[in-house]
């Protein structure tokens, strides 16, 4: 008899944790799920952590555009002329909050008062002092420090901000766009492939005639259709990606529809849709999360094309591709980090992704014994 302290405890091992250990063992894989959780989690606390909190990031200061990285400048803090709403800490993270207080770019170190007015030297306006009503002035912190760690772009807004809140246009362009693809693609395919005979013939004569016109088109079709802005765009997206998901969720139905546990399913007398969504589609699942995948990606990459083309995210609502078409004429001048930043934060974005795809149809991947 084995001594309950000497018991070996043996269960089996699940699909789905089998999966994870191989999953874990990609590195790649790894470090882009690090990666991609961490854009998450930014776009998440948005306007809590970003140096600019109001509306859009939208905060324009014209005396000190197109400042390089690590620009740091002392600004007066002047009252507004009308009160601001302070809003709920949910609303400020998803929307920001209004400055309470007009900012004056200034000299370091020029702030004095004197009687009822205080005195300061504008920013490279050649020394000569400019007065203000001491009324005027924040009486908690007339002068504050701020640091531009990514500088200012042609409007005086910091670069750093936008760059963080367009985090959240490309995440859920990818993930809104997708879902939709997601449920016409497996619709569509299931019962294409389940039913066969003249409901697949006519579900495939539609998809090969939406397969046969260029995505790019048909996006830019439908953007002129559904209009401009941001939700359209999710619309135009999830409407012309279905057609690869639909096509595998095809493929994968015809041959999984010859199985035993379908013939066992029919024969305890379970209708198509309860034998499709409790035995089928879980055995598809891992094949679409690795299409769901590749899709997310080329969702960011077509978001960033419209809106540099101007037929996607409309100003003042910062994403990457507006930042790349409002500052690529500054590629060949002296600020070309303007358009590459958001260019490379796009890159990253779509490689993590392809990464995560790639380790995931490794790791369900069946090998041979």
């Known amino acids: 008899m084995v001594k309950w302290w000497k018991r070996k405890e043996y269960r089996a091992v699940s699909l789905s944790e089998l999966t994870w250990k191989r999953f ?3 590195k790649m894989g790894m470090v882009s799920l690090g990666f991609i959780l961490l854009v998450v989690i930014i776009a998440l606390l948005g306007y809590l952590i970003t140096p600019d909190s109001t509306p859009y990031c939208n905060h324009q200061q014209l005396e000190i555009a197109l400042r390089k990285p690590g620009f740091t400048v002392e600004e007066l803090q002047l009252k507004t002329a009308t009160e601001v709403e302070h809003h709920s800490f949910l609303h400020r993270m998803l929307f920001g909050q209004p400055s309470e207080y007009q900012t004056v770019p200034i000299d370091e170190g020029s702030y004095r008062e004197a009687g009822d007015s205080v ?6 306006t050649g020394g000569e002092e400019t007065a203000y ?10 002068v504050i420090t ?9 409007y005086g807004r910091d670069v750093l901000s936008q760059l963080l809140i367009g985090s959240r246009i490309s995440l859920a362009v990818g993930g809104i766009s997708v ?20 409901v697949d013939d006519v ?14 088109l048909l996006v830019i079709a439908l953007s002129f259709a559904l209009g401009k802005g941001f939700w359209q765009i999710f619309m135009a997206l999830g409407l012309t990606m279905w057609v690869d998901v639909a096509r595998v969720v095809r493929g994968q139905m015809i041959s999984l529809r010859e199985k035993e546990f379908v013939e066992a399913g029919k024969a305890l007398g379970y209708s198509s849709f309860h034998i499709i969504g409790k035995h089928l589609l879980p055995n598809v699942a891992g094949t679409v999360i690795v299409i ?5 990606s080329s969702a960011i990459l077509m978001e960033a094309g419209l ?4 037929l996607g995210v409309q100003p003042p609502t910062p994403s990457w591709g507006m930042m790349m078409k409002e500052n690529y004429a500054y590629i060949v001048l002296d600020n070309a980090y303007l358009a590459i930043v958001p260019g490379i934060a796009i890159m990253l974005l779509v490689l993590a992704f392809m990464l995560i795809g790639n380790a995931i149809q490794s790791a369900i991947r069946v090998k041979d014994q």
Do not use: C, H
């Not at 701020?146 to 042609?154: P, S």
């Not at 879902?179 to 003249?198: D, E, M, V």
């Not at 769901?292 to 997310?296: L, T």
């Open 119 to 124: 005195y300061v030297r504008l920013l490279e």
């Open 146 to 154: 701020k640091r531009f760690l990514l500088g200012t772009d042609r």
């Open 179 to 198: 879902t939709i693809a997601l449920i016409i693609g497996i619709i569509i395919g299931s019962i294409a492939g389940y039913f066969r005979g003249w």
């Open 203 to 216: 579900l495939m004569w539609f998809i090969n005639v939406v397969w046969s016109i260029p995505t790019l």
């Open 292 to 296: 769901a995948a590749s899709n997310f």
């Open 24 to 26: 874990r063992k990609d």
């Open 307 to 310: 809106s540099f083309l101007g």
């Open 133 to 142: 009503a001491r009324a005027a002035v924040s009486d908690d912190q007339p």
